[in-house]
């Protein structure tokens, strides 16, 4: 079992859609969460980033944690066709050094 | 600007012959990494480095040297290539504090090995 999985999609949307994005953990030591964007032959670019359980807002971006689940999300609000991307979910841990791991990334494709 | 550079873009080469490829950042960051991107795999960090000469193994070292003699720079050398090593390059670096801090990526190379 890998330690974060994120299922690779293909999610393809409609321009204004709300877009649901998640992540899946096993590891109960993880304290920070990310979401990182990369668009095509780019390298990833950080878009959220928590601590612990919660709810964060960033505009048309709203990422969300439970600890209890194991389970992290994005939410994309009115989705754009500038937001076609891949998302990548990364996690953190604190064991002498930080170390991040990610999942293997969602491909969103927001039709205009 | 703020940046992280890798240096070359795109590569093909043939097995055994070594390369190199660089990687320098401007933002005085003390912590710098490099993964490789695969399809299904995600990225898998290769090596790390904590600060200037101090450097440690990651998920998939294997096949892999790194140096850190200079904050700014952290090379990835192939000593040897194989085509298992054919894949997308990332170097990344961050400044910790607190927690793991924002990563900071190239724009990654790509490399082919025959």
């Known amino acids: 079992q890998k330690e974060v999985e994120q299922d690779p999609g293909p999610l393809s949307v409609p321009e204004g859609a709300i877009v649901s994005l998640n992540c899946t953990y096993s590891?109960?030591?993880?304290?920070?969460f990310m979401w990182y964007r990369q668009y095509s032959r780019k390298g990833p670019e950080l878009l959220m980033y928590t601590y612990s359980s919660g709810n964060k807002e960033d505009g048309r971006f709203t990422a969300q944690v439970d600890k209890s689940s194991k389970y992290i999300s994005l939410f994309i609000r009115d989705s754009q066709p500038s937001d076609s991307a891949t998302y990548l979910c990364a996690m953190s841990a604190y064991s002498g050094t930080y170390k991040y791991i990610f999942g293997t990334g969602t491909r969103l494709k927001v039709l205009a | 600007e703020a940046q992280v550079t890798q240096n070359p873009r795109y590569l093909i080469t043939v097995t055994g012959k070594k390369l190199t490829v660089t990687c320098s950042q401007n933002m005085n960051h003390e912590y710098m990494s490099w993964y490789r991107q695969d399809p299904g795999l995600g990225l898998r960090q290769i090596y790390y480095s904590m600060n200037v000469e101090v450097t440690d193994k990651g998920d998939v070292p294997e096949g892999y040297k790194v140096s850190r003699k200079e904050k700014r720079n952290f090379p990835l050398i192939l000593e040897s290539p194989s085509p298992n090593q054919t894949s997308l390059y990332f170097c990344?670096?961050?400044?910790?504090?607190?927690?793991?801090?924002?990563?900071?990526f190239g724009e990654g190379s790509r490399l082919t090995v025959l």
């Open positions: 590891n109960s030591a993880f304290q920070y």
């Open positions: 990344a670096s961050s400044f910790p504090s607190g927690g793991p801090g924002e990563l900071f």
